[in-house]
């Protein structure tokens, strides 16, 4: 798994215990160069405040959630990752 630090953890409980959210699976490469190599997807797909991937990445599956999105996101590109992050905050 890919984790939004840019390094490849093993699973995924590896990465929460890292502090990191899962960018995708696989192991961590350069996936952007600029804002545009990024994708967020809509809320519900993904997460309950969409998806921040790389473009190349397979769209997530959708998600039911019980409550709308509380902080939507936006989707940089950040030190090589695409990183979600809270609207509002600073990309870098």
């Not at 994708?39 to 997460?47: C, E, I, K, P």
């Not at 769209?59 to 936006?74: E, S």
Request: aromatic residues 2%.
């Amino acid at each position: 798994m890919c984790g939004s630090d840019g390094k490849t953890h093993s699973n995924d409980c590896e990465a929460r215990c890292a502090g990191v959210m899962v960018v995708h699976t696989g192991e961590c490469v350069v996936e952007c160069q600029n804002n545009a190599d990024c994708v967020h997807y809509a809320d519900g797909v993904g997460t309950c405040c969409g998806a921040c991937q790389p473009a190349t990445a397979p769209r997530p599956a959708m998600v039911q959630c019980l409550l709308p999105c509380m902080q939507p996101i936006t989707c940089p590109c950040v030190m090589g990752t695409c990183v979600p992050k809270a609207t509002g905050t600073s990309s870098q």
